[in-house]
């Protein structure tokens, strides 16, 4: 299976002058002309067409991409910031009326029935004619809009620091003490840290109401009831609807809920506290100090390709690539935004990894996150069109969770003692039993959000309580922090940046735990499935992506009754 990457460059334009780099709209406009110019006479003029597209869009989105990195990496840096800025209000606008010019162009063409029936051609033509659908030439302002204020959530959180022993500390670095042994000290940082994030409740609730009303408005422009109906279109979520949505989260609920009161009874019997707080939540229960998985960038990038060399070479050289060309920033520090990602940059095919590491084994499966995201791109790198490359995030993430649990097999690289590796093993598939509850919760909420656009701050805040409380264990003492509670929702960036982008990670995480099942009953036959899923990219539907894998598309309760016991029995062997 191993494959020998050689140095990465990008290839050789065909449509767009080999010295091109894009600055102004004006520079640009002409190869979009060219595009809409073009006589399209038969199947191969088609086909070549579309090829030029999508070089054309493949060195915007990389230019975007690169915008976007840099503004996340130091969110302090005006001229980034500015730069960012410049495509979404001067370049994106010009798009969008081009493209639909443009879709609507190669849907008219006599010869789109014949290169339908190519592999693949199927699937983004399907896309296509959506794009056709939803465009409307009013909303182009609004998205303007929504993506400038989309930009200041980044700009609050990555503002947000507290000082803890005379120290300045990012609210991730800061989360880390919450592990300490020391229940007092945890019990401080965990006010704190919750203090520091309601000190903007008011600014990030305000900002939550605007982007609500514009897209909201979004959706009625475009001839639909209301946001989430428009983003399931636009989404392109043909393979599933609003109820199995709900279907999940009913599922969620009945097997999975239990299995958190069962961990946080355990939790809490161990601690021998009176009361579970919040603040005990992600200390070891046997009294242990904290999980260190690495010192410092530079061990977790180097241990990191170790692990991706052991499970295949082909998986540590593509890691190994990217650390030569510096597409890693992985510690954290102030003036970085929050959070985490994989950045695909469509022209070289080689992708940038953003995280804010400090030494916790969260962090470590962070990279073994974004470097499965990583192994899809290099894997789907040499696809005829980007439309085949950009994967549904339901298959996007099925090959960043499934690399969380096949990799374990070599966390041995991080934890070189035995009952160190498997509290580590074990400490993550309890992470996976807490994160399920969490994405039906972010999930459902977002469903009543948009359905009820027009609801009131207060109103948000008993439904969000009401809907929290049907997916949190019953264990966890909540005393006289009711507003903390209530507010917990807003550090999901998910909500404000990327809406309706989350139930993917449950879904992806019960086919990770299927894709693991697979591995763990024979590694190579697992391996193998794993990445011919992967290099699909988005040329067949999802559930055939799916069934390439040897793993189900399904949010039935007997289904995920099946796939917790898996987890279950896993957990049972690591405690013996």
């Not at 010295?19 to 004006?26: C, I, K, N, R």
């Not at 410049?86 to 994106?92: E, H, K, R, S």
């Not at 980007?386 to 966390?411: C, G, Q, R, Y």
């Amino acid at each position: 299976m191993a494959q020998e990457i050689k140095a990465i460059q990008r290839p050789q334009r065909t449509f767009l002058p080999e010295d091109f780099a894009l600055s102004t709209w004006d520079k640009l406009k002409p190869y979009f002309d060219t595009l809409l110019k073009k006589e399209l006479q038969s199947v191969q003029d088609l086909r070549e067409w579309f090829l030029h597209r999508s070089e054309l869009e493949s060195v915007i989105s990389e230019d975007l991409a690169w915008r976007y990195i840099k503004m996340t990496c130091y969110t302090d840096n005006e001229q980034y910031s500015q730069s960012y800025q410049d495509f979404i209000v001067n370049i994106q606008p010009e798009i969008a009326p081009i493209a639909d010019q443009l879709n609507k162009k190669a849907a008219a063409c006599p010869f789109l029935r014949d290169i339908e029936k190519k592999e693949g051609y199927d699937i983004m033509i399907r896309n296509l004619k959506k794009e056709i659908e939803l465009f409307r030439e009013e909303n182009v302002p609004l998205f303007t809009e929504i993506n400038t204020e989309t930009q200041k959530y980044a700009q609050i959180s990555g503002g947000m620091s507290v000082e803890i022993d005379g120290k300045e500390l990012t609210l991730q670095q800061a989360s880390v003490i919450l592990m300490s042994i020391d229940r007092k000290k945890r019990e401080e940082v965990y006010h704190k840290i919750a203090s520091r994030r309601l000190q903007d409740k008011q600014t990030l609730d305000e900002l939550f109401n605007k982007l609500i009303a514009l897209r909201n408005q979004v959706a009625i422009n475009a001839g639909f009831q209301n946001f989430r109906d428009y983003m399931f279109k636009a989404l392109g979520r043909f393979d599933y609807t609003p109820q199995d949505c709900f279907n999940f989260h009913e599922s969620i609920q009945s097997q999975v809920v239990p299995m958190l009161n069962e961990l946080a009874k355990e939790r809490k019997d161990k601690l021998k506290v009176d009361a579970l707080r919040p603040w005990d939540k992600a200390v070891d229960p046997e009294g242990l100090e904290p999980l260190k998985a690495f010192n410092n960038g530079k061990d977790l990038t180097d241990k990191t390709i170790e692990v991706f060399n052991r499970l295949d070479p082909f998986l540590g050289q593509c890691l190994a690539i990217m650390k030569e060309m510096g597409h890693l920033d992985l510690e954290s520090r102030k003036g970085k935004a929050p959070g985490g990602y994989n950045y695909p940059l469509s022209e070289i095919g080689v992708p940038f990894i953003f995280m804010n590491a400090t030494s916790t084994l969260r962090d470590m499966v962070t990279i073994m996150h974004e470097g499965g995201h990583a192994i899809h791109n290099f894997l789907t790198r040499d696809l005829e069109l980007n439309d085949f490359k950009s994967t549904p995030s339901e298959v996007a993430e099925l090959a960043s969770m499934s690399m969380e649990l096949i990799s374990m097999d070599h966390w041995d690289v991080f934890f070189t003692d035995k009952e160190t590796l498997k509290r580590a093993k074990r400490e993550h598939l309890e992470d996976i039993i807490e994160t399920l509850p969490w994405v039906a919760t972010i999930d459902k909420f977002q469903h009543w959000i948009y359905e009820n656009a027009n609801h009131s701050a207060a109103v948000r805040l008993e439904n969000w309580n009401k809907i929290s409380d049907a997916f949190s264990d019953t264990i966890t003492d909540w005393g006289g922090l009711a507003e903390n509670k209530s507010y917990l929702w807003q550090k999901q960036l998910h909500l404000y940046e990327v809406p309706f982008y989350y139930i993917e990670y449950g879904m992806a995480q019960l086919g990770a735990i299927a894709v693991w099942r697979n591995y763990k009953k024979d590694k190579k036959k697992g391996l193998e499935g794993y990445q011919n899923a992967l290099k699909l990219g988005y040329m067949r539907s999802i559930p055939e992506v799916y069934a390439a894998a040897n793993i189900r598309f399904d949010f039935s309760k007997a289904y995920i009754q099946e796939l917790m016991d898996f987890v279950r029995a896993e957990l049972k062997k690591l405690a013996e």
